[in-house]
Every structure is written in C-alpha cells, then in structure tokens.
C-alpha cells in the first residue's frame, strides 16, 4: 500500500473520531500485515508448484495410517510469531528453521531444500481444524476442504418436556383447555443465556385454532404451513411461539432473490493469518439444522423450484447433504422445527393480489404436511393488543387506529388497495403516539399528534392512490383534515 494510500485512509478514520496519529499508526501496521500475508502466499504457490511432481514421503510419526473411510483429525498448528513471519517471507533459512520446529508435518526450510528422506518438502495447509485422510498405501495426510468456523457459535442446552398450560397458564382456564392436554419442547441455554436468535416478545393476541396447530406441529414434530393474507399474523405467530419455548427463529426468505448458495452454502477465499484460503461457508439452513429451534421459510409460495428441491430433506427431517463439501452431512437436530407460511396454497393467485407467487409443484406441496388458513384478527382483538402493549393509552386512539387498519385490510381484500394494514403497523403508530402525546392534555393537540402518526405510519407507505384513501377515512374518523392540518407542525387553520 503506497503512502499516499496509507495517509487517505487515517484522514478517513480522523474525520470519524480517531486521533490521526492513532489512525495512522493503525493503517501502517495493517499494510505491513498485508505485505506479510501476500508474501507468505507467494511462497507457498512457489514451493507447491515445486512439490507438484514429487512422490510423496513416508507418513511422519505421530499421525497413524488409517483407511481412507476413518477421519484422523490434525492437531491445531500454532500461529508464528510476526517476527519469524517476517523474517521466513524474505527467504530467512533460520527463520524457516524456527517456524517449522515443533510441527507435526515436514516442512522445508528453502523451496530447493531436501527433506531428511531426499525428497522436496511438503507445505501442509494451515487451517482451524481439518479430515485428514490416510491412505493404507503409506501416503502422509493431506489437508482438504477446510471448513470455515460459524460466525455464531452453538450454545450448550437442555430440552425439557412441558405442559402447554404450564407453558401458556392463560389457557388453563379457557373452555377448550381439554384441546392443549399435551407436552411440548422448551430449551434452557448453557448458563441462563439468552439465544441471539430468540425473537422480541410482544404481547400477543393468539386465535385458539391456529394456536392449537402450531403447537400440536411442535409437539409432533409436524411440517406445516401457515397460508393467508398479507399482514395478517402468520410470521409473528411462529415468532411469539418461539418466545414462549425459548427457541431461536431462524427466519428464511423464500422471495425470487434468494439463491441456493444463500441457503446451504458455498466455497470462497477467506483470508486468514497465514494468507488466503478456500474454505467452505455455510449457508442459513446448513447453521439453524445443528441446534434446536425453529426454520420459518416465508413466503414459501414465492420460492423457485429448483429451491425447494434443494430443501426437501429439510422439509422431511432429513437434515441436508451438502454436494459441494465433499458430501458432508449435516443431521436435523431432533428438537428443531420446520414452519412455512405463504400467502396462496401453491398454486398461482387467482384473485391477482398475489401476481409474484409461483406455482409450487405436488412434490413440494405434499412435503407441508399441515395446512393452516388465517385470516386478520378481529378489530376487537386488536385493540386488546394495543391496550396490553401501552397501558393508559386512551380509548379515541386505540378505537381510530384499529378502525383505519380494518378499513385498510377490507380495501386491501377487495382489491380496492395495493398495500395491507399489519398488527406491526398499529402497534408502531400507537407506540408513536403513545410517546409524543404523554405530555400533554389538550384534546384538540393529541388529535393533531394521532393524525400525524397514523400518516407516518400507515399511509405515507402507500402510493398515492392508496395514501388518499387512507387520509380520507382517518380525517373522518380523528376529525382532522390530515393532509392541512393533521401534523403538530402546521396551524391548525391550514397556515
């Protein structure tokens, strides 16, 4: 890295908040780092084109033979200290010496060096930890696919069986109870953790039915997918269930951009401190099968079908074989959980509000072993949820957000609206208004902040057509022209 180069990047990090001395220094020991790391490859790709026709030395002791079909594991090779690095990278005979002392494999200490045995040395490849494959012909172990470590680390857990009613006592006195007389899985992390993964708790307004199959899937161990309207509670469902078990979400989008690499894997150049390396990264699935906890694809009836074939072992329990990891095997923990949610069943959207969903083929469609239809909540059920999420909200607000988001959702069902109302969406208008309103009485100025969060909120999202509409029913509901005088920042007289 040139000077020049070196001086841009500390002003860059100055005019952040660094000190320039600082950012100078840190950029200049970053480009020495780089300097060394190239050399150290540059090496290695010289001294393997040296070695690529030399036959291939006795095994050194201390790594036993063994079929091919049982995996020795290598030992970790400890990291030089940045000295010798530096020192071996300009080509040090001593350096080399020093590095390769205490190491479990042959090295070379010059590229036209001689091992003990008359033969060039072998380079091993430095990696976290790898398979070594032994041949019974005598051949050394050779270092391959290295696997690159989880960026998430798996949390140590217990799983314990529960009553449903134990789990959720609010049912317990509910006349359909005698529906939930069943146990289901509940994870404790290692050290009262709480997973990265586990979704925000709300208070949720659960319908009973969808309840019930939801938890019967996890108890069973049932696919199933949960099909209705836009915004309409499918996703937050399987959410607030994962809160309730202390299971982590793993949420998968099933849209027209998601790829097969995305999902399962791939292999890349990483770079490492012994210099670039091919490793194997795996995708979303390939990490969330290894734990217990939830795979909630979305949208599942806007996947391709080439990937919904490469996750059909995942859809039966299967875990997943990846093909391009040397056929690596990845089982299905067997307390993890498969949900899918779509807005058509599968075959194409026959009203035209769903014109992105594809046709998912039978094999697929038979792989979701239940079905579920939903439907929005109640305007009475939402209210309970606002009235739960923000105590001391005031009956005028709860009643006119609720009924702008049921005007919007039979819009939206009719065909009359491109854009739906979610439960989300009320919730963050009323969290808005909740906020700005607490410090004030005046009726006429809580008016003004509720028009202006439910602009905010539900109708500045909308196209224009949609955004009118919108505006028009909550002027008539608030009782405030919402487009002249319905923001605290505008007269009230429209001036």
């Not at 950029?27 to 020495?32: C, I, M, N, T, Y």
């Not at 925000?200 to 108890?219: C, E, G, S, V």
């Not at 919402?482 to 007269?491: A, E, M």
């Amino acid at each position: 890295m040139t000077q020049s180069a070196i001086e841009k990047i500390a002003l860059q990090l100055a005019l952040e908040g660094m000190s320039y001395t600082d950012a100078l220094t840190l950029v200049d020991e970053a480009s020495l780092e780089i300097g060394l790391e190239s050399a150290a490859a540059t090496d290695l790709a010289e001294r393997a084109y040296v070695n690529r026709n030399s036959p291939v030395p006795a095994p050194p002791t201390g790594v036993a033979s063994a079929p091919i079909s049982q995996p020795v594991r290598a030992p970790v090779l400890p990291a030089a200290p940045a000295v010798l690095q530096a020192e071996a990278a300009t080509g040090s005979t001593q350096a080399q010496s020093t590095l390769n002392e205490g190491r479990e494999l042959l090295i070379a200490s010059h590229s036209g060096d001689a091992s003990p045995d008359g033969l060039p040395g072998i380079i091993p490849e430095p990696v976290r930890e790898t398979i070594l494959a032994a041949p019974n012909m005598g051949a050394p172990a050779v270092l391959r696919y290295p696997t690159q470590a989880p960026a998430e680390p798996l949390l140590g857990h217990t799983v314990a069986m529960k009553h449903v009613t134990e789990v959720m006592p609010w049912l317990e006195g509910n006349s359909r109870a005698y529906m939930f007389n069943f146990e289901i899985p509940v994870v404790s992390w290692e050290g009262g953790k709480l997973h990265p993964r586990i979704p925000k708790k709300i208070r949720f307004q659960y319908n009973l039915p969808d309840l019930h199959a939801a938890l019967y899937a996890l108890a069973t161990n049932t696919v199933t997918n949960l099909v209705g309207p836009t915004a309409c509670g499918k996703t937050e469902l399987v959410k607030q269930i994962g809160v309730a078990v202390n299971m982590p979400v793993t949420l998968v989008p099933m849209d027209a951009g998601i790829s097969r690499n995305q999902l399962i894997g791939q292999r890349g150049i990483m770079p490492t401190p012994h210099g670039p390396q091919d490793v194997w990264r795996d995708g979303i699935i390939a990490r969330a099968l290894q734990e217990p906890g939830i795979i909630l694809f979305d949208e599942v009836d806007r996947g391709a079908a080439d990937i919904h074939y490469a996750i059909h072992s995942v859809y039966t329990g299967d875990g997943l074989t990846l093909l391009d990891d040397g056929g690596r095997v990845i089982p299905m923990h067997e307390m993890n959980r498969v949900f899918t949610t779509s807005n058509t069943k599968g075959r194409g959207s026959f009203d035209g509000l769903y014109q992105a969903s594809e046709e998912m083929t039978e094999a697929t469609r038979r792989r979701l072993t239940q079905w579920v239809e939903m439907d929005y909540q109640s305007k009475q059920e939402d209210e309970s949820v606002l009235e739960e999420n923000f105590p001391g909200i005031d009956e005028f607000a709860v009643d006119a957000i609720t009924t702008i988001a049921a005007y919007i959702r039979e819009q939206y069902k009719g065909a009359l609206m491109s854009q739906s109302c979610s439960l989300t969406d009320q919730i963050e208008t009323a969290r808005r208004y909740a906020f700005l309103s607490a410090m004030t009485r005046d009726e006429t100025q809580r008016k003004l902040i509720l028009a202006d969060c439910v602009r905010m909120i539900m109708a500045n999202r909308a196209n224009e057509a949609d955004k009118s509409l919108i505006e028009t029913n909550a002027a008539t509901k608030i009782g405030v022209n919402i487009v002249q005088d319905g923001t605290p920042f505008l007269d009230p007289a429209g001036v």
